[in-house]
């Protein structure tokens, strides 16, 4: 089983979303994304993951960074703040409803995960 999942992103500065799916951060397992990426045969794009599970609703959720069409530059990994109405928040929280098991074992208080299984966007 994987840690993460890619999520094609339409419409959006980001061709696709990495999704953590464990208290794990999709980082230890960049090798195996870029290699997903490259099945896409995606060239240089703009990739967003999203750290909900493991690093929680905090100003460090979200972090951007570059494929080039092999690999991730490494210069461009950088922490960016995503408005709370923002379309990829609500990416997320439809597929952690989809997903409620996972949001199980992560670090969100009760509160924040039954906010999700309503539906209600963090």
Do not use: W
Not at 54 to 71: K, L, M, P, Y
Not at 90 to 101: H, V
């Amino acid at each position: 089983m994987e840690n993460y999942k890619v999520v094609k992103i339409e419409h959006s500065e980001y061709a696709y979303m990495i999704i953590s799916e464990s208290y794990e951060t999709p980082f230890s397992y960049l090798d195996k994304i870029c290699n997903e990426l490259k099945n896409y045969n995606m060239l240089k794009c703009k990739v967003i993951f999203d750290m909900l599970l493991n690093i929680g609703n905090t100003s460090e959720r979200f972090v951007e960074a570059v494929f080039d069409g092999e690999c991730f530059v490494d210069a461009t990994f950088k922490y960016i703040n995503i408005n709370k109405k923002n379309e990829l928040r609500k990416i997320s929280t439809e597929f952690f409803r989809q997903k409620s098991d996972a949001l199980e074992y992560s670090i969100l208080n009760s509160v924040q995960k039954k906010m999700i299984n309503e539906g209600i966007v963090i």
